[in-house]
């Protein structure tokens, strides 16, 4: 069964930086597509950066700029680097693996991630 852990999340003042791991579980890790995603309450849930099995990125416009995702295949890892952090960051993170050729889509439990001073 896969399973995607999140880790990293906290929290953390206006102007600082947080690093998310996901680990997944998915021996054919190197042709998932990796996503992070976020839900803050009363919001649905949004992309916030995605890289495809390629290494291509992509980002929502309000984090580009202040946000890095990366992807270490070796690991089985996908990282969310986090720098200049604001209030409006604040929601719960969620890591998704996704391989569309084959129908497949996991997520995980997610990890708060919290703004404020």
């Known amino acids: 069964q896969v399973q995607l852990v999140e880790s990293g999340g906290g929290l953390v003042l206006p102007g600082g930086s947080l690093r998310l791991s996901c680990s997944a579980s998915?021996?054919?890790?190197?042709?998932?597509?990796m996503g992070w995603y976020r839900q803050a309450p009363g919001n649905q849930r949004e992309p916030v950066a995605t890289?495809?099995?390629?290494?291509?990125?992509n980002y929502v416009d309000s984090v580009k700029g202040r946000f890095t995702i990366s992807r270490d295949n070796a690991k089985n890892t996908v990282y969310l680097q986090m720098n200049s952090l604001k209030p409006e960051d604040t929601a719960a993170y969620y890591c998704?693996?996704?391989?569309?050729?084959?129908?497949?889509?996991?997520w995980g439990q997610g990890t708060q991630v919290t703004v404020s001073s």
């Open positions: 998915i021996t054919t890790f190197r042709m998932y597509h």
């Open positions: 890289i495809d099995s390629g290494g291509k990125t």
């Open positions: 998704r693996a996704s391989r569309p050729s084959m129908g497949h889509s996991y």
